[in-house]
């Protein structure tokens, strides 16, 4: 099937009026041995019901899982039944960017109030419309401040998520920077001593993510007192955004940037992608930051309205000299969250509490098995790596019963080998953690 | 329309909490009283006023199901209803991204088969589908240049982009460490030959060229260009953004390019949402393909699996895999289409431009008299020699008739630009009725322009203040 409407009268009448006898006329411009003579080597087209049932079949390729242990940077929240109603009004998924203003107050007014919930809950000045995801949101934010500072070094915590630091790693690669990790305690925390000895003047940012990749809380304010020391920027990320119910947020601690994956907010899984980036920062940086921003203005009558704002940051004014080449970025699952938030409303808080009290029941069924301990004694959010006699039997049993196992750390972590990160969200149900416990025995 | 905050009433809910199945410990006793926050200022409302309010919103939004969208280089055409359908399948939504290989094979599959549908369809041997958008595309195909060139030991320190070009292409350059070099167009609109020639030296990386470009011209000169470049020992990249002008019946690879992205939100009909989530899939022909981002999938016989096997790789440029539910959108849309299906795409993007432009050039001055691809570029200096009225008036008057506007003040190099895509997916009546709202503005422009000016009057704000926004910025409420 496709979607031309023409009728061959239509395309004849159209034809006759631009004064040509045939569609080939129209691609005269490109070079005869170029043009291709017949089709394309695809696959013949489907009717509707066709698609439907070859791509039902596809789906069904893949086998879900009664149930999810893993998190690292992917979470599995409940969506409430608001959000896809709301996302399915096609006059928001089918618009643009919304360079017309008077016609897309809807958007508009709806990416304003995002950003004021995200400023509220990150204790940030301004929250830009979203990046890619959490990952290039830190590695945007690290660029940004090497150039805001003219420096060259980043210095990044090993307990930030492995893929962000890859991530950052090829950013930095790309303008020439240099990367360095500062380790973790037994604790789970980055090492401050270790902080202390690795800041000089090249530096222009600490990366640190809190609960970090190994869901231990870190403790932000000494870190940026410590980066402000050395005239250096505190880039904060997180991966859960439900952590910011009920942690205190890393603005109120000091922090430049604070950066993060919005996926938790209301987007499902959904294999990795698309996912929501979500970047605020000190309102020192408000001319600077990459991404769309909107802001409140009036009208000729003087009424309210919200327009794209303080666009000269942005490629499409500032070319070369942009700090960021981002233009689509990830609106509509912005959309998701917004409606995800205005629906669990000050509830965020108690469902933040939920992961913590599941997270903790899980972390003491299987701290409790014998030959498996906590890798760390920091606090922790919804998540906990443990130590455990065979951590790939242990997921081999888990993905038999029907599960997605834990991850395992020893192909990124190989000083951690041994150690699995679990994941407990609303989500997972007592009967499944138990029955985990089981398993695992 | 009020906030969102200032509808809000302590005490009203619309969420509902599950009550807990396990202990719930004092959280202070779990996590330091230093590291808890105190308190959360979210809206409250009760579920009918969070649905009101965004169904209020949404019909102050303006999208392609509701009218006519001819927004040049953005190729806002019919987002296909199946394809979303098929998305929200349960299959495709529901698994993490660390589900265990066995479990994903569905999923491995969409993207090895999209992945080879897009080399056919671009004439490249290898794509990667993880960058986010096309901006996104474009930063990892000049990084994947800038490593070849890193890997042969030589460091060139310049990329040549023509004066037409989108921003993302100066800044993705600028972003890898590369100059610019901008090459000038032709009388033709196309790349200035000379000016090439005389840019293009072994300090030169490469031509990053969008064709057809953003003045909706195929580069006549193209074979000549290609040559220029690679006979210095430089790459042709390809800005794929205008792709919808060719798919089906020419390909990027055979026409001496070297690299593409392309832009799955443009040409392959998934939905824009308002500025994204997008999707920039990156092809390159075989001696690029060493340096694709990690990781990509491989297939052993009926096998699919993640490899990260790729020692030359630039590395991510994300985490997990890229945009996985907008490819089960594009991956829909070309099996729906087959090898006809993507041919009349061209064919009817191309035609629909040309009988638009055939319509409006007695009423304004086009930039370059030409057969179009599938966009075409009018100025609004007519109007504005003759009656002061300028392009911006005119787009905004275009919306009192019930149109999004095309894109206007763009390319840089057209004063007063009015860039117009219809796309394939408009009927003659829709073209005849906005040609006939344009001429009508036209008219109007000549007749009463102050009333252009005046406008928009029929939308839901008039014209707003741009530059207060910009001089006093608000970018968020703080008064409750």
Known sequence: MDYVP???????????????????????????????????????????????????????????????????????????????????????????????????????????????????????????????????????????????????????????????????????????????????????????????????????????????????????????????????????????????????????????????????????????????????????????????????????????GYVLTLQTREQHIRREKATSNICSNEALCMLAAAVYLASLGKNLGRLAALNVWKAHYLKETLSALPGWKPLFTGPVYNEFALACPDAKEANRRLEKAGYTGGYDLAGEYPELAGGILFCATEMLRREDMDNVGSLLK | ???????????????????????????????????????????????????????????????????????????????????????????????????PEACAQGNLQLLYELAGYLCEICGMDDFTLQPAAGAHGELTGVMIIKKHFERKGRKRSTILIPDTAHGTNPASVALCGFQVATVRSNAEGGVDIAHLRELMTKDVAGLMLTNPNTLGLFERNIEEVADIVHRKGGLLYCDGANANALVGVTRPGDLGFDIIQLNLHKTFSTPHGCGGPGSGPVGVKRHLAPFLPVPRVVKKGKRYRWSEDFPHSIGRVRAFYGNFNVMVKAYTYIRSLGAAGIRRVSENAVLNANYVMTRLKPHYRLAFDRVCMHECVFTGEKQVQESGVHTTDIAKRLLDYGFHPPTIYFPLVVREAIMIEPTETESKETLDEFCEAMISIAREAKENPEFVKSAPLTTPVKRLDDVQAARKPDVCWTLC
């Open chain 1, 6 to 304: 023409h009728t061959p009268d239509d395309q004849k009448e159209m034809m006759r009026a631009i004064g040509i006898e045939s569609m080939e006329a129209l691609f005269a411009d490109i070079p005869e041995t170029y043009r291709i003579k017949g089709l394309l080597e695809l696959p013949a087209p489907l009717a509707e019901q066709e698609i439907w049932e070859h791509m039902s079949r596809l789906a069904a390729r893949n086998r879900l899982p009664g149930a999810t242990l893993a998190g690292a940077g992917a979470y599995h929240h409940y969506i409430p039944a608001v959000v896809s109603h709301v996302l399915a009004r096609s006059e928001f998924y089918t618009a643009y960017t919304p360079y017309q203003a008077e016609i897309s107050q809807g958007i508009l007014q709806a990416i304003y109030e995002y950003q004021t919930m995200i400023t509220r809950l990150t204790a940030t000045g301004v929250a830009n419309a979203s990046m890619y995801d959490g990952a290039t949101a830190m590695a945007e934010a690290a660029v940004l401040a090497a150039k805001s500072l003219g420096r060259d070094r980043l210095i990044m915590a090993r307990s930030v998520h492995p893929e962000y630091r890859k991530v950052v790693k090829t950013y930095a690669w790309a303008n020439g920077y240099e990367c360095v990790e500062i380790p973790f305690n037994a604790a789970g925390q980055v090492e401050g001593e270790a902080l202390w000895g690795l800041l000089d003047g090249r530096s222009a940012a600490v990366l640190v993510q809190s609960p970090n990749f190994f869901g231990v809380i870190e403790d932000i304010r000494p870190l940026a007192d410590l980066a402000h020391g050395q005239g250096a920027l505190l880039v904060a990320g997180f991966t859960d955004p439900t952590s910011l119910g009920i942690l205190k947020p890393a603005g109120d601690a000091g922090a430049d940037f604070v950066v993060g994956e919005g996926q938790g907010f209301g987007n499902p899984m959904s294999y990795g992608g698309p996912y929501l980036g979500i970047l605020a920062s000190t309102d020192a940086f408000m001319r600077k930051i990459p991404g769309r921003l909107v802001g409140a203005t009036v009208d000729r009558d003087g009424q309210r």
């Open chain 2, 1 to 99: 329309m009020e906030l969102i905050f200032e509808k809000s009433r302590p005490g009203r809910t619309a969420g509902s909490i599950p009550a807990s199945d396990v202990p719930e410990t004092a959280l202070a006793t779990l996590i330091p009283a230093g590291l808890l926050r105190d308190g959360l200022n979210l809206p409250e409302l009760a579920e009918v006023d969070v649905v009101r309010h965004y169904t209020r919103l949404a019909r102050r939004n303006f999208g392609v199901d509701v009218g006519f969208y001819p927004l040049g280089s953005c190729t806002m055409k019919y987002n296909p209803k199946v394809n979303e359908n098929v998305a929200r399948l349960d299959g495709f939504t529901g698994l993490h991204p660390y589900a």
